[in-house]
C-alpha cells in the first residue's frame, strides 16, 4: 500500500513565524500559515478555545474536530484575505506606530530620559514612541512577598514607579506627550501583585484579600472579575496619567503561571495559553473608549494578527541574525502576521560592527516597524553618535528617512486594514510560478510600489561597496535613490555603498512623502513630496485621517488621488483632495519628482487648467526632473504634461557611479586606469587583464553599471 494521506499532510509548507527571536544567533524553526506551494493546507483548531460574545473564552465540546481546509492553489493573497475574513481582519494602527521607536533597557532616571529626547531633538533626529522598560518599575522584591519560584526574586514583575528613578512621573509623562511622543511601558504580570505595590490594598479589598495580611495576590487570567480589577486597578489609571500602550514582554507557557490552591481552584480552561489571552484581554481593554487596537507583545499562533504590534525578542547582535529577520518578517505574511517589531541593530551578546549597525538600520526603516533597541551593556546603545562620526550621519539621515515615509507608510496601514494586503510580503505573492520568486527568499515588496533587497553580510573590503544578489520580475524596474534602470527576467549582483540600499520602484511607481521633518510629528503635512517613476500607467489614493482615533469608520479622513498617464501624452495628475478636509492644511507645497524620465523632457504644468509658476530643475546624479509648485489649495488639480522623443532614461549616471567606485576602490592605480578606459570604451578586453580573484567585487560592480549602460 502507498502512504496515506492524513490531516495535515502539506508538502512544501512556505511556512509562517515563531513566537520569538530570544537568543537566536541566526535562523529558527517556523511554525507553519497557511500557503503552501502545493497548493493546499491543513489547520487543525480542534484544541483552541471559543471566543464568546462578550469576548471571554469557552472550551469545546468533548472530542470536538474543527478543521480548516485552504485551498488556494498559488493564489496566496487570495488566501489571506480569506483567513482574514475567518479570523478578524488587522486592525488599523495609529499613526504614531510609524514612526521611529526609541527603546532600551536601561535604568534611565527621568532627568537622563529627558536630556537624551532634548538631544535627539537638537540634532533633528525624530522619533514618535518612547518605549520604557522594566526599569520604570521597582524591581526589589521584598523577601517576604517572595514565593519559592526562581521569577519571582528577579523583580521583572511590578506595577509601583521607581521613585528614586522617577521622582514625578507625571511630569515625566507629561513631558514625553509634550515632545510628540507616545509612552509605552514593560510589563511581567505574571508574578502577581505584592504586598509592596502601591496599589496592593486596592486591589487585595477587590480581591477579597485582607491588606493586612500582605498576601500575594496572584495573577488569574482564567477569571474575568480577576482581569476586569487587573485592568481597572494596575493600568487605567496610569493610562490617565498619560501611557499610551503596554508592552506585554512575557511569552513563556504553562510552567509556573498555573499558581492554584483552595481559594483559586484549577479553572476548566486549563491549557489555554496565556500569552493569547493576555493580548485578546488587553486588545479588547485598550479598545474600551474607542481608541485603535495597539498592543505590544508575542506571537500567540494563528490569529495573533488581530493583537498588534509583535515583539520578536532579544536578538543576538551578529550578522547571521540580521540575515535572517528580513526572511522571517516577510513569510510571517503567511500567518497573515504583518506588524512585527525587531530589536532593530541586535539585543545581546554579539559584537560591535558598526556596519552591521547601519545596514540592520537600513532594514529597520523599510519594515513594518522600526524600533531601536538593546540591553543593560554601556557598550550597546544605539544613540547614533556612538557610531563613528562619518557613519553617525547616514544613521541620522535613515532614521529621518523613515518619518518622511510616514504618508505612504500611513496609506498601506490602511491598505492593509481594508484590502486586506500585508505592508511585507515575500516575492512569490506576486510571481508564484517563477522559482526565482521563492530562491530569493530576504527579498519583499514593501507595500504596493516597491520591493527591498536587503544587504546582510559585511562590504568588501576592496570595493568597500554591500552586495546582494538581486532577481527582478518581469518589466522594468528603477533603483529608489540613483534612478537607475534595470531590466526585468535577470538576477544580478548589486552594489551599493554604505549609505545606499538597494530598493527597487515597480514602473509607474508612486510614493508620497514628507519633504521636511518637524521634529517628531509625522502626519498631514503641507509640504509633500511625490516620487513618480516613469514607463507604466497607475494611481495612488493617498490616505489620511486624524491618526490616532477610529476615524477610517465615520468617514472623517482624505484621500488624494495621485495618477500617472504613460505613453505619447503622458502626464502626471494630482487630483483635487475628497473628504474631510478640514483635517489637512488648505494648501500644500508640492515636489514632484519624475525619477528615471529622460534628462530633455520637456514638462507643462497646469494648475486648475492654466499654466502655474514654478520650479523645474533636473539632476543627473539621480534621473530626476523635479517640478516645485507652492501654496496650491487642496480642492486644486495638478497636471503635468510629460512630452519628447524619449520619455525614459538613459541611465547616463551610471558612467559617474563607475568612476565614484573606482575613485574610491582600494586597489592599484594601474588595474583602476584600465577598468576605467574599459568601461568608457564598451570593451571587456582589458576587464579580463583585471585580477580577477583580488577585485571580484569590483569587478562584478562595474559588469552590474555595463548592463545599464550598455
Given amino acids: 500500500m502507498g502512504n496515506k494521506w492524513k490531516w495535515g499532510t502539506t508538502h512544501e509548507q512556505l511556512k509562517g513565524t515563531a513566537c520569538t527571536l530570544d537568543k537566536i544567533n541566526g535562523e529558527t524553526e517556523l511554525e507553519d500559515g497557511v500557503c503552501s506551494r502545493n497548493g493546499y493546507t491543513i489547520v487543525d483548531d480542534s484544541e483552541s478555545y471559543l471566543l464568546s460574545d462578550n469576548g471571554w473564552f469557552e472550551k469545546r465540546k468533548a472530542d470536538v474536530i474543527d478543521i480548516y481546509f485552504f485551498g488556494y ?24 506606530a510609524f514612526g521611529n521607536w526609541w527603546s532600551r533597557y536601561y535604568g534611565y532616571t527621568q532627568e537622563e530620559y529627558c536630556d537624551l529626547m532634548e538631544k535627539f531633538k537638537d540634532e533633528n533626529i525624530p522619533f514618535s514612541v518612547a518605549v520604557i522598560d522594566m526599569d520604570w518599575h521597582t524591581v526589589e522584591t521584598p523577601e517576604e512577598s517572595r514565593i519559592d519560584h526562581p521569577l519571582f526574586w528577579n523583580g521583572w514583575t511590578g506595577y509601583s514607579w521607581n521613585k528614586k528613578l522617577f521622582p514625578d512621573y507625571k511630569a515625566f509623562l507629561t513631558d514625553l506627550k509634550n515632545r510628540g511622543l507616545k509612552t509605552s511601558l514593560n510589563l511581567h504580570p505574571s508574578n502577581g501583585i505584592g504586598f509592596q505595590e502601591d496599589m496592593y ?56 503561571w498555573w499558581v492554584h490552591d483552595d481559594e483559586h481552584p484549577v479553572s476548566d480552561l486549563e491549557g489555554i495559553t496565556p500569552l493569547w489571552m493576555l493580548n485578546h484581554l488587553h486588545i479588547l481593554d485598550i479598545m474600551r473608549n474607542g481608541k485603535r487596537p495597539m498592543f505590544f507583545s508575542r506571537y500567540a499562533g494563528l490569529g495573533s494578527h488581530r493583537y498588534p504590534v509583535g515583539f520578536s525578542g532579544d536578538t543576538v547582535t551578529t550578522w547571521e541574525s540580521l540575515d535572517f529577520q528580513p526572511y522571517f518578517t516577510a513569510n510571517a505574511s503567511n500567518a497573515g502576521y504583518c506588524w512585527w517589531s525587531h530589536d532593530i541593530g541586535g539585543h545581546m551578546l554579539g559584537y560591535r560592527d558598526d556596519e552591521l549597525q547601519i545596514r540592520w538600520l537600513q532594514l529597520g526603516v523599510l519594515s513594518p516597524i522600526n524600533r531601536l533597541h538593546s540591553t543593560k551593556d554601556i557598550f550597546a546603545g544605539k544613540e547614533p553618535w556612538n557610531l563613528r562620526k562619518d557613519l553617525c550621519e547616514i544613521y541620522k539621515e535613515w532614521l529621518r528617512f523613515r518619518h518622511k515615509l510616514f504618508p505612504y507608510l500611513y496609506t498601506m496601514n490602511y491598505r492593509t486594514y481594508n484590502e486586506l494586503k500585508p505592508l511585507v510580503l515575500p516575492m512569490y505573492y506576486y510571481y508564484p510560478e517563477c522559482d526565482n520568486a521563492y530562491k530569493y527568499r530576504n527579498q519583499y515588496f514593501f507595500g504596493s510600489e516597491f520591493f527591498v533587497a536587503p544587504i546582510t553580510s559585511p562590504n568588501d573590503k576592496n570595493s568597500q561597496l554591500g552586495s546582494v544578489d538581486v532577481w527582478f520580475p518581469e518589466g522594468l524596474w528603477f533603483d529608489f535613490f540613483s534612478g537607475l534602470c534595470y531590466r526585468g527576467n535577470q538576477t544580478a549582483k548589486i552594489h551599493r555603498s554604505i549609505e545606499e540600499y538597494p530598493v527597487f520602484a515597480k514602473a509607474g511607481a508612486i510614493i508620497p512623502m514628507a519633504s521636511y521633518i518637524e521634529n517628531n510629528m509625522l502626519g498631514n503635512k503641507k509640504d509633500m513630496t511625490v516620487y513618480v517613476f516613469a514607463e507604466d500607467n497607475n494611481t495612488f489614493k493617498l490616505y489620511e485621517d486624524k491618526g490616532d482615533g477610529n476615524t477610517f469608520e465615520n468617514g472623517d479622513c482624505v484621500t488624494t488621488e495621485l495618477s500617472l498617464k504613460w505613453g505619447e501624452n503622458a502626464a502626471f495628475t494630482v487630483k483635487p483632495a475628497s473628504g474631510n478636509t478640514a483635517i489637512i492644511p488648505a494648501f500644500r507645497n508640492w515636489d514632484i519628482k519624475l525619477r528615471g524620465f529622460a534628462k530633455d523632457i520637456k514638462l507643462i504644468v497646469k494648475v486648475d487648467g492654466k499654466e502655474a509658476p514654478c520650479k523645474i530643475a533636473y539632476d543627473l546624479k539621480t534621473n530626476t526632473s523635479s517640478v516645485t509648485l507652492e501654496n496650491i489649495a487642496i480642492n486644486s488639480e495638478i497636471i503635468i504634461q510629460v512630452a519628447g522623443e524619449k520619455l525614459i532614461t538613459d541611465n547616463a549616471n551610471a558612467i559617474d557611479r563607475v568612476y565614484d567606485l573606482l575613485l574610491h576602490s582600494q586597489m592599484d592605480y594601474t588595474t583602476k586606469s584600465n577598468l576605467w578606459y574599459a568601461f568608457k570604451g564598451k570593451s571587456k578586453l582589458l576587464y579580463k587583464a583585471c585580477p580577477q580573484k583580488e577585485y571580484a567585487e569590483i569587478l562584478s560592480a562595474t559588469e552590474e553599471m555595463r548592463n545599464i549602460y550598455d
Fill in 73 to 96: 492553489g498559488h493564489d496566496y493573497l487570495a488566501c489571506i484575505k480569506d483567513f482574514y475574513l475567518l479570523t478578524g481582519q488587522p486592525p488599523m494602527l495609529p499613526d504614531y
Fill in 201 to 256: 490594598e486596592d486591589m487585595a479589598n477587590a480581591c477579597g484579600i485582607d491588606p493586612e495580611s500582605r498576601k500575594l495576590i496572584k495573577l488569574d487570567v482564567l477569571n474575568p472579575d480577576f482581569m476586569e480589577k487587573y485592568f481597572d486597578i494596575l493600568h487605567h489609571p496610569y493610562e490617565a496619567d498619560g501611557v499610551d500602550f503596554w508592552w506585554m514582554d512575557w511569552q513563556q507557557g504553562n510552567d509556573y
